[in-house]
């Protein structure tokens, strides 16, 4: 899983010295989705707790509710992510990440 997280990190977007990886509405929610779904399954299979899972899903719905703006506003999946939408990627997969490591 912690993989998954750091795969999934890089593919919505971090801070590096190396040149900008700009990244579109759809390939920053499929590495959101693959993340919280990842949490999930481990989550059913009790490898993690699941006191957290309402905590994590708030955010993942949040993110989620601002998808469905930013593709409306930008008219596609193609756009580019704004600031506002890796910054909500980034808050579930930090979630994620924190609940994996416990």
Not at 15 to 30: I, R
Not at 42 to 51: D, F
Not at 54 to 71: E, N
């Amino acid at each position: 899983m912690k993989k998954l997280i750091i795969i999934v990190a890089l593919a919505v977007g971090c801070s590096t010295s190396q040149p900008k990886v700009y990244t579109t509405l759809a390939t920053t929610e499929q590495a959101v989705d693959a993340g919280y779904k990842a949490y999930l399954d481990l989550a059913v299979m009790g490898r993690i707790s699941t006191n957290n899972v309402p905590i994590v899903s708030k955010a993942y719905d949040a993110f989620q509710t601002a998808m469905s703006i930013a593709v409306v506003l930008g008219q596609s999946t193609n756009a580019l992510a704004s600031s506002n939408i890796v910054n909500s990627a980034t808050q579930v997969l930090a979630l994620i990440a924190a609940e994996e490591g416990k």
